[in-house]
């Protein structure tokens, strides 16, 4: 938001920004650690109520700058995702389905991992190693609706996402 916002204050209207959702591809890391407790039969869920998703393979990001680099749209907000809403239970069955693995699921407290979550944060910065799970991480994973329009970004810059869930999944993985 800061860099936004100077971006905004010092640019005089010529610029584009984008904000990508949930960002996940090749050599990606925090999905990756996803994948990697779904593949050892673990399904971790957050709080009570399901999670509204959306995500961006990284391919799709990469044209999505090229398209607003090329542009002459200036002074413009997009938010970038695919255009799908997922609930978290169907990211789960995806990436299940294309790892060929069953799993238990569990569910945790919100304050649970808020606990955890800051702990790891105020050993983090003991030992001088920034943990997966932290309180950046935690306001991610808290939120219940990532629901973004990609409408704009569609027409004004004619963005056309290549990979949904479930494709950009199966690449990831494979």
Known sequence: LKSEEYIQKNFNGKYI???PTGVYGT???DYFVYFQTLNNHIDAFLGSVPQRLTFIYSKDLVDACILAAESEKTNKIYFVSDG???LDKDFSKITKDVLKKWTI???FPLFIVKGIA???DFLG???GKQFTLNKDKYNILAARNWDCDITDLKNDLN???KY???KGVKEAIA
């Open 125 to 127: 910065n003991v030992i």
């Open 118 to 120: 800051y702990f790891l």
């Open 164 to 166: 949904d869930l479930e």
């Open 84 to 86: 799908n809403l997922y």
């Open 27 to 29: 050599r990606e890391t």
């Open 17 to 19: 920004i984008l904000r």
């Open 105 to 107: 699921t569990m569910r």
């Open 159 to 161: 963005f056309q996402p």
